[in-house]
């Protein structure tokens, strides 16, 4: 069964405190991985895609990673306006898309 | 008006009465989306449309009936709702294709829906 698992459910942080969020999946055929931050009462905003395993990127304070089984979502010295809930989706093939419960992040200053 | 749009944004609404949910895209895409969120769950996917033809009903109940007139706009009608259809409504568009870069799905701002 396809299922994707985003870890931890909350994470709290400092400002300037770095950490990474954990997207990880069990997918018959994967066929992209997209990153979106959400804010409250809002839809969700793209982030990134990654196709390939290796394949890195960047944004501000955010890089996110892939391997074969998971994505990293790296957040470097965050401010509080990064907090928001961060959302991890996988594509298995053109319109089949499945979503993690996502990351609730809170960054304090 | 850019990117997608959803109107309304909050609606709250009786189990008998009848409403619509209606979405638009300005992005020229031809894949459109319908989404449920409820609290700490996972998003979970709804309907598609492909070039206006319905691909995907995830075992949605009969009381939610889409409607795709064209590639730009999307409709959730619905009618005879149960209080645990009570949650955040959001519409997607992607375009679909075989190349890098494509299938991205961006979102509208969702219907906040209450069932009384």
């Known amino acids: 069964e396809d299922q994707v698992t985003q870890s931890p459910e909350a994470l709290r942080l400092q400002e300037g405190e770095s950490s990474s969020l954990n997207c990880s999946y069990t997918?018959?055929?994967?066929?992209?991985l997209f990153w979106y931050r959400q804010d409250p009462g809002k839809g969700p905003e793209f982030l990134f895609t990654?196709?390939?395993a290796g394949e890195e990127k960047e944004k501000e304070r955010l890089k996110a990673t892939l391997t074969k089984k998971e994505s990293f979502l790296h957040i470097t010295a965050p401010k509080p306006e990064d907090s928001a809930t961060y959302l991890c989706?996988?594509?298995?093939?053109?319109?089949?898309?499945?979503f993690g419960s996502g990351t609730k992040l809170n960054v304090k200053p | 008006e850019t990117g997608v749009t959803q109107t309304p944004r909050h609606l709250v609404m009786g189990m008998t009465n009848k409403k619509s949910l209606k979405c638009e895209q300005h992005?020229?895409?031809?894949?459109m989306y319908w989404y449920k969120q409820s609290a700490k769950k996972p998003l979970e996917l709804m309907f598609v449309y492909n070039f206006k033809e319905q691909t995907e009903n995830n075992s949605v109940p009969s009381r939610f009936s889409p409607e795709c007139p064209n590639s730009s706009h999307l409709f959730l009608h619905l009618h005879t709702l149960q209080p645990e259809d009570s949650a955040l409504y959001l519409c997607a568009s992607s375009q679909v294709g075989t190349g890098i870069g494509t299938d991205t799905q961006y979102f509208g701002p969702g219907t906040r829906l209450t069932v009384l």
């Open positions: 990654l196709y390939s």
């Open positions: 992005l020229g895409h031809n894949a």
């Open positions: 989706a996988v594509q298995v093939y053109f319109n089949k898309f499945y």
């Open positions: 997918v018959s055929g994967l066929r992209g």
